[in-house]
Each structure stands twice: as structure tokens, then as C-alpha cells.
Nanobody, 120 residues
Framework: VQLQASGGGLVQAGGSLRLSCAASGRIFSIDTMGWYRQAPGKQRELVAAMTSGGNTNYADSVKGRFTISRDDAKNTVYLQMNSLKPEDTAVYYC???????????????WGQGTQVTVSS
């Protein structure tokens, strides 16, 4: 199983970016999919997550600005980021809980990270 993230880049404060992360490989089902970020010198933190049932969880710092969504037919999770701030600058990682058949347990997978830089 692989997670391939894309969509990062350089944007001015107040701008928008949309991140995508597609899971591929032997996949039976996916439970929670989410996005984390890690800024230089800081710990990795949860940005947003969505369960297979559609429940969402957001970091307080991004509520009202970021929206997570997923397309289960494409095994893809998205993060729409609006009103970006310089403090949103970080490497963004996608994460997914995936099982490869009916009898296996869910395992935790990570994408390779995509850089988001917001200039002031």
C-alpha cells in the first residue's frame, strides 16, 4: 500500500491550496483518513481527519478555514485550505488506516509529505 500526496506549494497569505492524497495497492477497506503537518522544530500535529462514516475532526487553528473530504471510489482524501496564514507553513502528511482483506487488522500508513509555504 502506498499513499501519494500532491498539491503543496508556495502561496501568499490569504490564498488557497488543495492537497490530494491517493492510496493505492492491495486495499480492502479504509477507515480514517487524515492530514497531519510538521513545522520546523515542532512536533507533528493533526490538522484534520475524516472517518469512513463521514465524521470529521479539525485542529482548532484551522477550523473554518480548512475542509477535509474524501472520495472512497478513488481511495483519495483531500484538504481544501483557504485563508492561509504564514503559521500554516509546514510539511503536510496524509495518513490512512487500511486493511488489505476482510480478516486483516487496520494498519497505519503515511504519505511522503508535501511542502506548504505561506508567505506574508
Amino acid at each position: 500500500v502506498q499513499l501519494q500526496a500532491s498539491g503543496g506549494g508556495l502561496v501568499q497569505a490569504g490564498g488557497s491550496l488543495r492537497l490530494s492524497c491517493a492510496a493505492s495497492g492491495r486495499i480492502f477497506s479504509i477507515d480514517t483518513m487524515g492530514w497531519y503537518r510538521q513545522a520546523p522544530g515542532k512536533q507533528r500535529e493533526l490538522v484534520a481527519a475524516m472517518t469512513s462514516g463521514g465524521n470529521t475532526n479539525y485542529a482548532d487553528s484551522v477550523k473554518g478555514r480548512f475542509t477535509i473530504s474524501r472520495d472512497d471510489a478513488k481511495n483519495t482524501v483531500y484538504l481544501q485550505m483557504n485563508s492561509l496564514k504564514p503559521e500554516d507553513t509546514a510539511v503536510y502528511y496524509c495518513n490512512a488506516d487500511i486493511r488489505y482483506d476482510y480478516y486483516s487488522a487496520y494498519e497505519d500508513y503515511w504519505g511522503q509529505g508535501t511542502q506548504v509555504t505561506v508567505s506574508s
